[in-house]
């Protein structure tokens, strides 16, 4: 119940600080780690959140980490954010940090990895022949290629995540073997694609394109690209598109065994 309660008000306040959730995050988040999202609590008021979801016994991932507006300046983060921390216990933490907070960061440990960098551009278009439902594939071939890429098992979380309408989640499969994965996820303002994991940027292409089909003509769609991937430049040729948000993905206990040659788009900044 405090997860939940922790939840709704982390949701909200990052939709007020422009982050655009999803529609359904809370719901989908909470599923996938009932006690992900912390809080702190002042005479029954929640006045800072944060989550931490744990992968596994090696993977921990951080983010809502909000402090109510009105309070911030007091001392109430550093504590709240230490709590996440003994939730991960030894694992690899990761996080998106606003660049502003970057510093920050790195005073509790944190070592920068790479930049990511939301881009934006406008859905329609027609959805290429060769994709196939995500949820026709056996769920173990999508498990063991999600682990390879994200770098950790997380397959509660998968399975929560990739429970979409029809066209929202898709996969290229090459030679009866998946050669990459996409999802479209509403949020409340337009539509993020996330994640999109591909061998290579013509299996990417083909999702962007399927899931850019399902968000509809004229539709504002985002999606988080890894600087590091020099590859998921040529996916942004042949579109217009424009960059809106950049986070720095930082590391504290070494740094997990991600692929991120084959990350288009981020899961979300907020759960890796």
């Known amino acids: 119940m405090a997860s939940a309660r922790a939840a709704q008000a982390a949701v909200e306040w990052a939709a007020a600080e422009g982050w655009n959730p999803g529609l359904d995050d809370r719901e989908r988040f909470l599923a996938a780690d009932p006690d992900s999202f912390l809080a702190t609590d002042r005479s029954g008021e929640i006045v800072a959140t944060v989550s931490c979801a744990l992968y596994g016994d090696a993977y921990a991932f951080i983010g809502f980490y909000i402090v109510r507006a009105d309070l911030r300046g007091q001392g109430l983060g550093l504590p709240l ?5 003994a939730r991960a216990d030894s694992r690899v933490v990761g996080l998106d940090a606003v660049l502003e907070q970057e510093a920050t960061y790195r005073r509790s440990g944190f070592a920068t990895s790479h930049r990511n960098v939301r881009w934006r551009t406008t859905g329609g278009g027609r959805r290429p022949d060769g994709l196939v439902e995500l949820g026709s594939l ?15 098992e997380r397959e509660r ?9 029809a066209g929202h989640a898709l996969a290229c499969v090459r030679d009866g ?25 013509a299996a990417a292409d083909a999702l962007l394109s399927g899931l850019l089909s399902a968000a509809g003509p004229a539709a504002d769609v985002f999606v988080d690209m890894p600087a590091a991937n020099a ?4 996916l942004r040729s042949g579109r217009e598109w424009e960059t809106t948000f950049e ?4 590391y504290l206990n070494g740094h997990p065994p991600e692929d991120v040659e084959r990350v288009y788009g981020v899961t979300t900044l907020e759960f890796g």
């Open 81 to 85: 954010f230490e709590r996440a921390l």
């Open 138 to 152: 056996p769920f173990r071939e999508l498990l063991a290629f999600d682990a390879a890429v994200f770098g950790a």
């Open 157 to 165: 979380f998968l399975r929560v995540w990739v429970d979409r309408q």
């Open 177 to 201: 073997r998946l050669a990459g994965y996409g999802v479209l996820r509403p949020c409340r303002a337009g539509a993020k694609v996330g994640p999109l994991f591909a061998d290579d940027t």
């Open 231 to 234: 590859r998921a430049e040529e």
């Open 247 to 250: 986070t720095a993905r930082m």
